[in-house]
């Protein structure tokens, strides 16, 4: 979606909320004679029609204290406001995984629970190493879906009817009521097999159709062309980038060497895109470039289409890899260090609201900048803002870091283009050139815009590790949040309520406590705010990279799967322990960020914070797994687990008022309601179901 939807990819965390949502729904509804997993191959392909002919385009409500960078696209879209569109999607979605999830709830109750919770962890790795793996080779999205609807096929396709499945006397949810599972009748079941498939090839023929032409990153949907002497790099339907003849590009690139000459041996370009930056270096006499570029098929285009040729020069290296986590592991040092045009147009990952640059400006990345400077280095930074309190929060950052004030000059007129110094060698500067008059970019107008010194505001506050929003002018709720925040949770409320009005209705109401979906849906809370704070803080150990991210989910679930396993070989009666551990971890993991600790190895640094970062994970997971083991209504109480996940993800947001550190605080909290709402009534024994 976000690689069609137009901006979509900043609000992505949305979809995986909704996934949450339709997964605890369809748990819920897991008594229900009528099976809905049959709707999947028909949802799934209106969603896909939906997406490839309707043209949205996310429009955010005009704010002088957030900033998106919009498409600026002159093809017709359909724009809708954020706080209709994204609801809009959250249903969608949450309606195609709700028909997954019912199937999903059918099969934990023909286990025991930590055996069926088992092979829902074992099969959640499978499909994120899966998903690592096709990532790594660049695939196109015809082969995630084909792989999708491989693994959907089993549960379409039966072209006899099996007797296991026509009908089960279930004792799971009380009463021994008959539940149909599958399609009554030989013919009918053919039929709607029969039809399943032909939609599912339906949808893997429009996708095919919907990505051609394109180019497929971990992190984007790549298109080029040519317009003109230019050739442009358009990501997730965005200008991106373009690449011209340095001496045609603005007048940035060549600015540090036209201040201070062609002195710099050792350049160091963070976020070198297609390689403009690297050109200008070349072009100024450096010796030797480490062009650092976190996205491979952008540097494999600016190495394949650059008409300068810059990666193909032997002076250059170029090194795919995020800057923070380049930074972090190398000891080289630089005259000159270069922050790029750096817009990545995405979020981090779907669990968190960080966009993937944002931890390159926070105050510890410009000390790792400062840290590996020569002691007559430079730092150059120079981006198209678009507002004047970012320039400053940048500056004000640079003067923190630095002790001193940067030389920084801006065209107002020109998106507050800004073009700043720092480092020792600015001490050196007696006459400076006089400041540009005129900034020419691709797609500008051709007029007067002249430079003038920066005159920075100091009470815009830095982005730091722990409040990393640098597109925010100050720590607050936006109101487009609050908005689409409230309707998804009013919509998930009355979906909520409907589902077990529907499920008490129908065959057979679940034989559980009030309490007892309190204390798992708390646990899902919980949990959820645990990942998303262990995937941003992996992030800063070793990079914002779509491997980092993937071995963070891994991670998280196979300290979820040790958990189930300690739990189905011991009997743990008394939880309180469990949670005492898991609070005191939460505590030293709010007393020691990463980075708080300093390590003369990179080895033991990663040992140390891996294991204070997942530790509380696995008391998690073990919490978890004890109760999980003593359910009596496992897909009801995984339901409500799940319904838990999506409002904790909610509960993410305070993050963007609070910064990262006060999540911990929350999940303790979460835990703590999580244990107190079964003080009274220990949970019931699952009652056993015949044949298990």
């Not at 297609?274 to 952008?298: C, F, K, Q, S, Y």
């Not at 007029?447 to 009470?459: G, I, M, S, V």
């Not at 008022?657 to 709402?677: E, H, I, K, N």
Request: contains cysteine; aromatic residues 12%.
């Amino acid at each position: 979606m976000p690689a069609y939807v137009r901006l979509l990819a900043y609000f992505s965390n949305f979809i995986l909320l909704a996934t949450f949502l339709g997964g605890g729904l369809g748990c819920l509804l897991a008594n229900r004679r009528r099976s809905l997993v049959a709707w999947f191959p028909l949802a799934q392909l209106i969603v896909i029609i939906a997406v490839d002919r309707l043209r949205l385009e996310v429009a955010v409500p005009a704010s002088s204290t957030n900033i998106y960078f919009t498409s600026g696209t002159a093809a017709p879209v359909v724009s809708v406001e954020s706080t209709m569109l994204l609801p809009l999607l959250f249903v969608i979605v949450a309606l195609l995984f709700l028909t997954i999830a019912q199937r999903m709830g059918r099969e934990l109750t023909r286990r025991p629970p930590l055996q069926a919770y088992r092979i829902n962890l074992l099969g959640s790795i499978t499909g994120v190493a899966t998903f690592a793996l096709l990532s790594w080779l660049e695939l196109p999205p015809v082969v995630w879906f084909g792989v999708a609807f491989a693994a959907a096929l089993p549960f379409l396709v039966r072209l006899k009817p099996d007797p296991t499945y026509a009908h089960i006397t279930d004792t799971t949810f009380g009463r021994g009521d008959t539940v149909y599972w599958s399609y009554a009748g030989s013919g009918l079941s053919r039929a709607l097999s029969i039809v399943n498939v032909l939609l599912l090839l339906a949808s893997l023929f429009i996708v095919y159709r919907m990505e051609g032409g394109s180019l497929w990153s971990p992190y984007y949907r790549i298109t080029l062309f040519q317009d003109g002497a230019d050739t442009v790099v358009e990501v997730n339907n965005i200008f991106h980038q373009s690449m011209a003849p340095v001496e045609k590009k603005e007048y940035f690139y060549q600015w540090p060497y036209t201040v201070f000459g062609d002195t710099f041996e050792d350049v160091l370009i963070l976020g070198a895109g297609t390689g403009t930056d690297v050109a200008a270096a070349l072009r100024h006499g450096a010796r030797h470039v480490d062009a650092v570029e976190i996205d491979p098929v952008i540097l494999r285009l600016g190495a394949e289409h650059h008409p300068d040729h810059p990666y193909s020069d032997p002076r250059v290296r170029a090194i795919n890899d995020d800057a923070r986590h380049f930074l972090a592991t190398t000891e080289k040092k630089y005259d000159l260090i270069v922050f790029a045009l750096i817009d990545s147009l995405t979020v981090q990952s779907s669990f968190s609201s960080v966009r993937l640059e944002s931890y390159m400006f926070t105050e510890e990345s410009f000390r790792a900048v400062r840290d590996h400077l020569k002691p007559r280095g430079v730092m150059a930074l120079y981006n198209y803002f678009r507002e004047k309190w970012l320039v400053d929060r940048l500056a004000n950052t640079v003067t923190k870091v630095f002790g001193q004030e940067p030389r920084a000059h801006v065209h107002q007129d020109r998106a507050y283009l800004a073009v700043m110094l720092a480092g020792p060698r600015l001490a050196e500067l007696t006459t400076p050139p006089p400041l540009p008059t005129f900034a020419f970019g691709y797609g500008q107008a051709v007029d007067p815009n002249p430079a003038k010194p920066l005159q920075r505001d100091p009470t815009v506050i830095p982005a730091t590790d722990n409040w990393p929003f640098l597109y925010m002018r100050a720590p607050e709720l936006p109101r487009h949040y609050l908005a689409a925040l409230a309707v998804v949770l009013a919509i998930s409320t009355i979906a909520l309520f409907s589902v077990v009005a529907f499920a008490e209705f129908g065959v057979s109401a679940p034989s559980t406590s009030l309490r007892a979906t309190a204390h798992f849906f708390f646990l899902g809370a919980g949990f959820m705010l645990l990942e998303t704070k262990s995937i941003v803080q992996f992030a800063l150990l070793w990079g914002s990279t779509w491997s980092s991210a993937s071995l963070a989910i891994v991670s998280v679930l196979v300290m979820a799967l040790a958990s189930a396993f300690v739990a189905s070989r011991v009997d743990i009666r008394r939880r309180w322990p469990i949670v005492a551990a898991l609070v005191a971890l939460l505590a030293l993991n709010y007393m020691l960020p990463i980075g708080r600790v300093s390590f003369g190895s990179r080895a033991a640094e990663s040992l140390f914070y891996g294991a204070l970062v997942f530790s509380p994970v696995l008391c998690a997971g073990l919490l978890f797994s004890t109760s999980y083991k003593q359910s009596s209504s496992t897909a009801w109480d995984f339901g409500a687990n799940l319904f838990g996940a999506m409002v904790g993800g909610v509960c993410e947001y305070f993050s963007l008022l609070t910064g990262y550190q006060f999540l911990l605080v929350l999940v303790a909290a979460c835990y703590l309601f999580a244990v107190v709402s079964t003080v009274r009534s220990a949970p019931a024994r699952r009652t056993a179901q015949p044949g298990v």
